[in-house]
């Protein structure tokens, strides 16, 4: 593929390892040649790597696949899976999963992605909806500084919330950037 | 940070209007040039995007230059322009470019132009200013291959062939070699090998180096105006009677803001410039780009004036005046296409 393609979440292939882009830089001088800077995590050891390409070379995907599955529930340790068509179970270690833990939700329909029959991690929807457990009731007041405050969300994720925001409502989460989006209402 | 978009919508007015202020207290004239065309400024890592049966404008600067051959005067515009691929904190693939030409033979003029509209864009937009700003306090002038020699190490004459630049740059300090001599199979020309190696150098040299020198001293409260590039950097500019590049880059808070010249006038000399920038292009598996032969024919007639021109970032300078880091935080729709707000 070419390197205009990589960004944050591509997939690519090193030396027959699957790697996640992590974080992604383009940086261009304006007369001078583009250069894609990117953070790799290794999607089965962990492992992160710097790697920067120049504009105009290619890379490979990593042939990565995607298979419906439902959250059912996690220890410590595991993360089990269903397949909804087979109730065939899959048991994802936790270090696999990652920081996606904190946007699994009992049942919740997502994609596992398997890498040579071995299940590398997740694809979330872009947003969940999830409701709040914690969070200090808001304090009007010092509006220049404070308009946000900390809410504890089903999974344990804390999130910054606008200071309207009370303990059992419903709040939607940008699943990409960890960041509250709006209040939901039944 | 967050501006509200009503916010965002103050400070984008305020500054382009003291951006209008500035050059017409200067005698320069507002001028509106097409933005698709026939054939884009051909540069080696610029990409047009198809807007069939030509192109989206890259810069308005053929366009303006044109105007000038005909009498246009002194002129400025802000331009929307298109770039395929820049995409970024710092890029979008469309933007927002304020360009200029006047007469004059020097950079002198152009470095007071940016001085005084980066001052007078940072003053405008002071209401907005959510966290402290590196405003320039005052401004360093620094020659590129001085300061290659001064800050690497390394001392090059600035017309080393691709061969020489590596060997030379390699000696001190390999990492700067990277993609330098990339060409596959391909054999090419002197010129293009040239072109195509003081390019990859540069890139190179401002991701490991430069980019973070320039930081420093946005942190000291200086804006750095880079000069005399090597003569195989600039497909656009003059030479001096060194054979160094009468350009120069201005940076603040450590990004690069504006590109300024003594612009080429030879209409023969800029035919060249062109093809040999398009067998880069092809080295490097671009398309190769239409020469604009009515430009080429206004440089050779009636000809263009001795004339400095410069092109600004005014994304990047709203960014830089209230102290945001991306585009994004500043912009008035989302970068791309479409796209909620």
Redesign the interface.
């Known amino acids: 593929m070419d390197v205009s393609d990589l960004k944050k979440n591509a997939k690519v292939e090193l030396d027959g390892h699957p790697y996640v882009v992590v974080d992604f830089q383009f940086v261009k001088p304006g007369k001078g040649q583009g250069l894609y800077k990117c953070k790799l995590k290794n999607m089965i050891t962990g492992a992160v790597l710097d790697r920067t390409w120049r504009s105009g070379e290619k890379f490979d995907a990593a042939n990565v696949e995607s298979r419906k599955m439902q959250f059912l529930f996690a220890n410590d340790e595991q993360f089990t899976f269903m397949d909804t068509e087979t109730y065939d179970q899959l048991e994802v270690s936790a270090d696999i999963i990652g920081d996606d833990r904190h946007f699994l939700l009992d049942n919740l329909d997502t994609d596992v992605l398997f890498y040579n029959d071995r299940a590398v991690g997740v694809s979330l929807p872009s947003h969940v909806v999830m409701e709040v457990t914690e969070t200090e009731p808001g304090v009007k007041g010092d509006t220049a500084t404070n308009t946000t405050k900390s809410a504890t969300v089903q999974t344990g994720y804390q999130v910054q919330v606008p200071l309207f925001i009370k303990q059992g409502e419903k709040i939607k989460i940008d699943t990409r950037t960890g960041d509250y989006v709006e209040r939901v209402n039944d | 940070m967050t501006l509200s978009l009503s916010d965002r919508v103050g400070l984008w007015d305020a500054a382009l209007a003291a951006m209008r202020v500035s050059f017409r207290g200067r005698g320069l004239r507002e001028v509106q040039t097409p933005t698709r065309v026939e054939a884009p400024a051909i540069?080696?890592?610029?990409e047009p995007i198809a807007a069939p049966p030509g192109f989206l404008a890259t810069s308005p600067e053929l366009w303006m230059k044109r105007l000038r051959c005909h009498g246009g005067g002194d002129m400025f515009q802000i331009a929307p322009v298109f770039r395929q691929?820049?995409?970024?904190?710092l890029?979008r693939e469309e933007f927002r470019l304020l360009e200029w030409y006047r007469d004059g033979d020097g950079i002198q003029a152009i470095t007071d132009d940016v001085e005084r509209i980066v001052g007078a864009v940072f003053e405008a937009a002071r209401p907005w200013v959510q966290r402290p700003v590196q405003a320039p306090e005052r401004w360093r002038r620094v020659r590129f291959l001085d300061w290659l020699r001064d800050v690497l190490g390394l001392t090059l004459l600035g017309n080393e062939s691709a061969a020489d630049l590596v060997e030379a740059v390699g000696a001190v300090q390999p990492s700067l070699c990277?993609?330098l001599v990339?060409w596959g199979t391909a054999q090419p020309p002197a010129d293009v090998a040239r072109l195509h190696a003081w390019?990859?150098f540069?890139?190179n040299v401002?991701?490991q180096h430069l980019?973070r020198w320039l930081a420093e001293r946005a942190g000291q409260g200086e804006g750095v105006h880079l000069e005399a590039f090597p003569a195989p950097?600039?497909?656009l500019a003059r030479l001096d009677g060194q054979g160094l590049a009468l350009r120069v880059?201005s940076h603040v808070g450590g990004r690069?803001l504006a590109?300024g010249y003594v612009e080429l006038r030879d209409d023969r000399v800029q035919r060249r410039r062109f093809e040999t920038v398009n067998g880069l292009r092809m080295l490097?598996?671009?398309p190769r780009l239409p020469i604009d032969a009515e430009f080429l024919a206004d440089l050779a007639s009636p000809g263009l004036p001795p004339t400095v021109g410069c092109a600004l970032g005014v994304d990047r300078l709203i960014m830089l005046a209230v102290g945001a880091e991306t585009l994004d935080a500043v912009a008035l729709a989302p970068a791309g296409v479409g796209g909620a707000l």
Do not use: R
């Open positions: 540069e080696p890592f610029i691929g820049e995409i970024g904190d890029h990277e993609g990339d390019t990859a540069f890139s401002c991701d980019d950097l600039c497909a880059e690069e590109n490097v598996g671009s």
